[in-house]
């Protein structure tokens, strides 16, 4: 069973930086989607943006598109998410996911094909 453990968060000002990791343990092969999502107080939980392992492809959302990378250490089972230039409106519990399922740009946003979550960090950005 896969298990993900995410670190990095904290407090920053508007248009500072964070740099979010997601470590996965049980994995047994370098095939897997990773995601993340966040989730406000009293809101849905959102995509934010994918990583597939086939073609190495990636996906955001469009309200973080230019200001957040996603990237994976497949030697460290690691994933990481970038994000700078940060607004109020990101201040969210940030959350690991991953699948086996192969995502397009469209199904990458779906929450029920990934089976596998962690607890959240939280990334609170002050005005």
């Known amino acids: 069973q896969v298990q993900l453990v995410e670190s990095g968060g904290g407090l920053v000002q508007t248009g500072g930086s964070l740099r979010l990791s997601c470590t996965a343990s049980?994995?047994?092969?370098?095939?897997?989607?990773w995601a993340w999502f966040r989730q406000a107080p009293g809101k849905e939980r959102q995509f934010v943006a994918a990583?597939?392992?086939?073609?190495?492809?990636?996906f955001y959302a469009d309200s973080v598109k230019g200001r957040f990378t996603i990237s994976r250490d497949n030697a460290k089972n690691t994933v990481y998410l970038q994000m700078d230039d940060l607004e109020p409106e990101d201040t969210a519990v940030y959350l690991c996911?991953?699948?086996?399922?192969?995502?397009?740009?469209?199904?990458?946003?779906?929450?029920?094909?990934?089976?596998?979550w962690g607890q959240g960090t939280q990334v609170t950005v002050s005005s």
């Open positions: 996911a991953a699948t086996r399922a192969v995502v397009t740009r469209i199904s990458a946003a779906d929450r029920r094909l990934y089976n596998s």
């Open positions: 049980g994995v047994t092969s370098s095939s897997y989607t």
């Open positions: 990583t597939t392992w086939r073609l190495d492809a990636t």
